[in-house]
Structures are given as structure tokens and as C-alpha cells.
């Protein structure tokens, strides 16, 4: 298959690789993810999740191996691949001394939007985000669920086909993790592909497909049913025991 | 040590906080006892972190009271350090410093004998699985890696009474499983434990948990008995295209206090009996199958903290 004229696919890997001196961080990784689904990265601490979304995402150079983003090259496109997705990183890179439109406006300002375009598109984004009422509070004084929610719309107001989440629901109590969840189901609804790790079990049950990686390697790649039947486990909890800890 | 002989560790009585005017803490009380695993839940700003900060003495109350082994953390910190392990939710580890450094500098700073040192060290280093990094600095870790090593740090020298701030964030599941390992057997030895948590399978493994919002506890019960608390009516739906279910809800005016998928169903939390009835007639049988289901731990929390 001709990967890079696949207009189906998203994000897809081909023996992706990256070394830090002597140590293998990612070790040649296979994938596709189709364009509309929720993707879930998971992985035991350590296993590269992180420095592998930093690659896909145009901000980490491959060390072998090639990442297609939206049909662009990481190797060679990295530029573009950076517009076209929306990245939310392991700790969520707020302004903490912004306030929560200031940092809107930065983010449109990084992601190449007009300061009028970014006004638009703030004030329907502020609304389904739940942040009307805190868009003159400075971020630093939001709840750590808000900030998170503010970190999504920092990362979706140039409207991104590609969304890499990177543990976006660390810390975060049981009633806003569901709220979250909610607003990815409807960004994927609207079209986008969600690309997100986590190390909660119950929210691996809500993507389409997953992946586990430990060592730098994927070792488990498909969907939640068809995994718990493949390891023969009742829970993804039980899965990830026996993928991970053997 | 004069350990006073009690067997509450932790007591706490009307114990309030404010910042500029807000208040933080309202009127909370609770009491931990010796080899107890206490769990603190509640959603962000509940008051968790300032109600461990008051414990260790880094604030002060405005009013009520609180003991550490009977001695006030203000005016005896000396005792209440000695006696006590805490890890902050934002934690700081040395960065240019190796994982077998920090580990060190901890033990040195609580003076840790180095008899025990080593033996101590490498049960952390098993638990973390973090051996095989012992000479990376701490700055080059993953997420998860650097929280692990924060935990090996605190659990270092070994404190009576343990404060945990929700420890776990961004630890992997296997890892997560072998700390709790770690908490039962301190617990097994006689100390006391207090940690926050957002998973509810760790607040299920506790031996009480405290639920708090707005600066109030407004339960503390032993963790099967939570699910009595909810209020309402927990109802599940299952069938094919669960989108369409709940798009057909939503047009006839149907508005629960929560909804959320599952990977094959759909929960939502609804006031009464009537709506149950309303959402059976709008859904009908044919397409779905609508049925009650019996809430967790965190069915009771979320439908909590939205009656606000
Ligand atoms: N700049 C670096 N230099 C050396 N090693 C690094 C560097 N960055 C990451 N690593 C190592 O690469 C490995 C993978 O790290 P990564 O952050 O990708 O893990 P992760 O899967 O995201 O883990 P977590 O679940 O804890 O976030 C780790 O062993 C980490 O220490
Ligand atoms: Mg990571």
C-alpha cells in the first residue's frame, strides 16, 4: 500500500525509531490510524509514548523510520505537519500568568490564525468549553480540570484534523474526566482523529483502537473487544497486566 | 520517641481555612487511626491539598483544630516532620541529579542508617521498575518515571504516618497496582495512611474514604458504603448506534443530571421515576433496551458534585 496517496489515513508509522545516545526510547514502531477514529496510545511508564507523539507531531526528529501526519512526511514536512494538528502536551503548556483569552490568542497567534479570526473563533469555543465565565481570570487561578479544557481549546482553535492528546486527563476528578470524554467523542463526531494516551483503563474502553507499547515497542494493537478476547482477560485493566507485566 | 499512646494519628476538629476571604475549608473534622488507609476524594478545589498542608503544618488554620500524634503541627513541627512523609501533587526532584542520587540525598536528609539504606533502596527500585535507570538524570525521565521516583523518595526513610497527594497521577497501571502493594504492607506494619485520589478503584482499596467538596466533608464511610448515597436514578442503555439514542433524548426535552458512554452503553443519571418512564416511552424497545443500574463509586461521586 502506497501510504502516502491513502487520503483514509491520518497518522501512520513505518518502523519509526528514535535513539537518545545508546538507548532506544521507540523501537521501530508499525501503525495506521484511520482518519475519524479515537486512537489510544497506551504503554507502561517509560515505554515512549511521549517521544513518539513529539515525532508524529513534527517536533522531534525520527532517528530511523518514517511518520506519516495528514499524509505529510515528519522527516520532510515537519513545518506543515505542525499546522495541520492540534498537540496538548503531558503537562499542559498554559500561560499560567495569561489570562484564559490571552492564551487563546497566543495559541492562534502560534498556530498562524488573524487576531480577528481567533476572536471568532474563541467566543463559540469558550461556550462549549464551559469557560465563558473564566475568560478574564488568569489560568493560573482555574481548577485543574478547566485548565485542561483550556489546554483542548488552545489546541483546537485553528481547527485541526489530527488531535495528539497526550495524557490529557492526568489528576483530573471522575465527574470532569466524563465531561472531557464527552467533548472527544463530539470533536471525533465532527470529523477530527483523536490521537490520545492515558493511563486510565476505563478510558481506553471508550477508543476505537489501542495500542500498547512497552520497551519502545508496540506489543498489543487493536480494538478493546477484540483485545480482551485475544488475551483472553475480562477488563483492559487485565489486558494491559499480561502485555505489560506478562 | 513519646509518641503519646493513642491510636488516632490524625485529629481533626472544625477545622477551617480561608484564602483572601474565600473559604477553603469549612468546618471539616475527621480522624485517622493507627494502621489506617484513609482515602480523600473530591473534585479539584475540594480542599484536599489544603486540608493535607494544614496536617503538616505548612499553612496555618483560622480556626479549630488539628494533632498529628496529639501534637500540634504549628507549635511542634520538629515532632510532626520526624513522624510524618509527605509527597506534594507537584513534586520536585532534583533534575541534574541521577535517580540513585536523589534517592541518596533523601535518605541523607532524614537520616536514614545505611544498614537500612540499601535494603530500603532496592525494594523501591523493584517496585518502580526504575533499576535499570539508576544513572539517568531525573530531568531526562518520562512523566510517570519522575512521579515513581518521587514516591521512592518519600517512602525512603519510613514516617508513622504517611500523606500522599494524589501520588499516582501518571503512573501506569502495573506500576500503580505494585505501589498499592507498598501501601498495604506499610499499613500491615502499623502506619497510618492519608492519600488523595481521583481513581476510584484506589479509593475502593482504602479502608475509609472521606468525600469532600467546597471545603466540606459531607461523607465518610467505609468505601461499600458510599453507593447509598446516591441520589437518583441510575439507568443504562444499550443497543446499537448509542448516539442516536441519546440525540433522541436530547430533542425530547429529556435533560439528565449526567450522561457518559461507556464503551457499549450509555449511563445517565436521572432525578425520578417519571423520567425513567419518559426515556423508556421515547426510546421504545425496539432499538434499545433500557434497564437500572447499580451505581459505583464514582457514579455516587459525579452525581454528588452535580447537585452541586
Ligand atoms: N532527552 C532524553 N534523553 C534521554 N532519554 C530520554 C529523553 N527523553 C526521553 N527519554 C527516555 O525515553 C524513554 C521514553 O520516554 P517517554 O517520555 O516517551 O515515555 P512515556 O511512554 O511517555 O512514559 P509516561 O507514561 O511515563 O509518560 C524513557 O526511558 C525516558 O527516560
Ligand atoms: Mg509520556
Redesign the pocket.
Known sequence: MDITTDNNLAVSANQLTKH??S?T?VDRINLNVRNGEIFGFL?A????????IRMFCGLLKPTSGEAWVDGLSVNTDSERVKQRIGYMS?RFSLYEDLTVMENLTFFGGVYGLKRHQTDERAEPLLERLELKAWRRRLTRDLPLGFKQRLALGCATLHNPRILFLD?PTGGVDPAARREFWDLIYSLAEAGSTVFVTT?YMDEAEYCHRISI?KDGAIVALDSPSALKSKFNRNSLQEVFFKAVAG | MNISNTDIVLSVARLCKYYDGIKALDSVSLQVSRGELFGLIGPDSAGKTTLMRLALGLIKADSGDIRIFGFDPQRQAMRVKELTGYISQRFSLYPDLSIAENLRFFAELYLVPASLRRQREEELMQFSRLSP?RQ?RAG??????KQKLALCCTLIHTPQLIILDEPTT?V?PVSRREFWDILHKLKSDGISILISTPYMDEAQQCDRVALMHSGKIFADAKPDQLPALFQGILLEITGADLLAARKQLTASGISPRQIHYLSDRLRLIIPSKDEEEQVKSILGTDKWSVRLAVPSIEDTFVERISRG
Do not use: P
Open positions: 537518545f545516545g538507548f526510547a504503554g511508564n517509560g515505554a515512549g509514548k511521549t517521544t513518539a503531558q495524557e493511563h507499547m | 535507570f539517568r531526562q525521565l518520562s512523566g510517570g518515571m501518571g501506569d
